[in-house]
């Protein structure tokens, strides 16, 4: 009898056994064929039932119904976040719906960095190479006419940042720098527009951080004297005196601030050497005097 009892009882905990890894292996466990380091988009609004057929479609869930039950569990159906989700690895069921219902993406934040002077078609090709959502087209034909007003610096952006996104950062960015030296620019008795198309010039022409303010003072004194500027940076201005008519890249802050804040010098011509260091004169003929000895 004891035995007859013993059996009934390990036959009851064998069939809960069997339906729980059953249960886990159909319901829960991820699928064989997990898409691993993929992007799964759950737009604003979207209704749980849409969400777990797509997750399902695309190999994240094995089932939809289990995804409905626990994240109605986790937060309700009306509580899933919106965004891009990141998946690097095969997960349950209830860890996608937790996820989903509580918004951890997993994305990680890559680095770029945007070098000073950096021209419009080479960030789209930086930005192109790092971001999948990035429209190389579509950020050269909205950046061009703001070129110069982008500011070059380290950014964190998402895998799935869209070229729109990215140039909202970059030009806001320039606004929060920008913006506290307005006062500055105006007492400068130049526009905005001059000061960066200047900088632009001033970031292409100087060999690092120590000859900006100089430079910049040369070449507003040049356009003063309405002497050409013949920067090797912009052939136009061998052709015709003054600025360019835009920024010919985007400046980094110091090289706006030497814009504003030219040195005062009795310098009108400056080169650099093999070794990038600069050298002025003050009259042509010293200049050329410069140029048998340094090039």
């Keep these: 009898m004891r035995n007859i009892q013993l059996i009934k009882y390990l036959s009851f905990f064998v069939s809960i056994a069997a339906v729980f890894i059953l249960s886990y292996h159909f319901l829960i466990s991820p699928p064989k064929n997990f898409p691993i380091n993929s992007i799964i988009p759950i737009e604003d609004g979207s209704f749980l039932y849409d969400i777990s057929k797509n997750l399902k479609d695309e190999g994240i869930i094995r089932s939809e119904f289990a ?19 990141f998946f690097d690895s095969p997960i349950s069921v209830w860890n996608v719906a937790y996820r989903i219902s509580l918004g951890r993406h997993h994305q990680q934040a890559l680095k770029v960095t945007i070098p000073e002077g950096t021209g419009v078609k080479r960030m789209a090709d930086l930005l192109s190479e790092t971001l999948i959502n990035f429209d190389k087209v579509d950020f050269l034909a ?81 356009i003063e004297k309405g002497i050409r500027l013949q920067v090797d940076a912009w052939p136009e201005t061998y052709d ?41 004169a003050k009259t042509f003929e010293e200049h050329k005097l410069n140029i048998v000895k340094y090039l």
């Design 240 to 280: 015709k005196a003054g600025l360019p008519e835009a920024p010919i890249s985007n400046p980094g802050l110091e090289a706006i601030k030497a814009s504003i804040h030219p040195a005062e010098t009795a310098y009108l011509f400056y080169l650099h050497d093999k070794n990038g260091k600069i050298h002025y």
């Design 142 to 222: 909205k950046a061009k006419p703001q070129e110069g007003y982008l500011f070059p610096d380290t950014y964190f952006f998402y895998l799935t940042t869209t070229d729109d996104e990215v140039l909202k950062a970059l030009r806001g960015n320039f606004d929060v720098h920008v913006e506290p030296l307005k006062p500055e620019i105006e007492k400068s008795g130049h526009t905005l527009s001059e000061i960066i198309i200047m900088a632009s010039l001033v970031e292409e022409e100087s060999g690092g951080p120590d000859d900006k303010a100089q430079i910049s003072g040369i070449l507003w004194k040049r």
């Design 67 to 85: 995804l409905q039950f626990f994240a109605v569990l986790f937060g309700g159906d009306r509580h899933i976040v919106a965004g891009d989700y």
